[in-house]
């Protein structure tokens, strides 16, 4: 069965540099969630999008900016990135009415130098 | 953890034995499921549990809500090697889709 995508899967930036990650969902699914997970941490949800419409919104930083395109597909901006953002970003989706559970991608690794 | 804590942080056990992990949370939820995390990689969904209910099975797996203690937890029986891995669990509350995950415990089984 399809899962959810996400690229890249590794990321290496300098500080005050830009990333974009991106997130495809399962075919269907038309809510994607992005969560962060620091080393040795528990993930913390970011952002949420349901048919292109942020539904949500966490502890997300004023750096990060994120928007679900037509296909479903979503993008993670991040900008003037900084040592702490250093992290697993990993995106979900689910389909409407049952957000109960969410499918989770293998995460995209950022380190930040 | 803006969740709760879960408890023990690290579990070590040896295959064949059974393994508990424990979570408790604090706001009213509607649900709370378990997740399993390989190291450094993505996260499984293994159980959900509705507020309604206190006890659920999927195969070797069994869950417990208590919700009066806001506690729940997931019981492993006869674990292997392959289930060496971070438990995550994650409550879902009323008007909101969003998971809020607890800390985690670090289990390992040793064949």
């Known amino acids: 069965a399809a899962g959810v995508i996400q690229s890249p899967r590794h990321l290496i930036k300098e500080k005050r540099e830009t990333a974009t990650l991106k997130c495809y969902p399962i075919p269907r699914h038309d809510t994607v969630y992005w969560y962060q997970q620091g080393p040795g941490q528990d993930p913390q949800f970011l952002i949420s999008?349901?048919?292109?419409?942020?539904?949500d919104k966490g502890s997300i930083p004023d750096r990060f900016s994120a928007q679900q395109f037509s296909d479903y597909h979503s993008e993670l901006n991040m900008s003037s990135l900084e040592l702490g953002d250093s992290a697993l970003y990993f995106c979900?989706?689910?389909?409407?009415?049952?957000?109960?559970?969410?499918?989770f991608g293998p995460g995209t690794r950022l380190t930040v130098t | 953890s803006q969740q709760g804590e879960e408890d023990p942080q690290a579990l070590s056990i040896q295959e064949g034995e059974n393994a508990t992990m424990n979570c408790s949370y604090k706001?009213?939820?509607?649900?709370l499921q378990w997740y399993r995390q390989n190291s450094g990689r993505g996260l499984v969904h293994l159980i959900l549990i509705r507020s309604n209910e206190r006890e659920k099975h999927s195969g070797r797996l069994r869950v417990t809500l208590d919700t009066s203690k806001k506690s729940s937890s997931l019981l492993i029986t006869a674990s292997r090697a392959a289930d060496t891995a971070s438990y995550f669990c994650?409550?879902?509350?009323?008007?909101?889709?969003?998971?809020?995950f607890g800390k985690g415990t670090k289990l390992t089984v040793n064949p």
């Open positions: 994650a409550t879902q509350k009323g008007g909101s889709e969003k998971l809020v």
């Open positions: 706001t009213s939820i509607n649900n």
């Open positions: 979900a989706s689910s389909l409407v009415g049952t957000s109960a559970e969410q499918y």
């Open positions: 999008f349901y048919e292109k419409m942020q539904s």
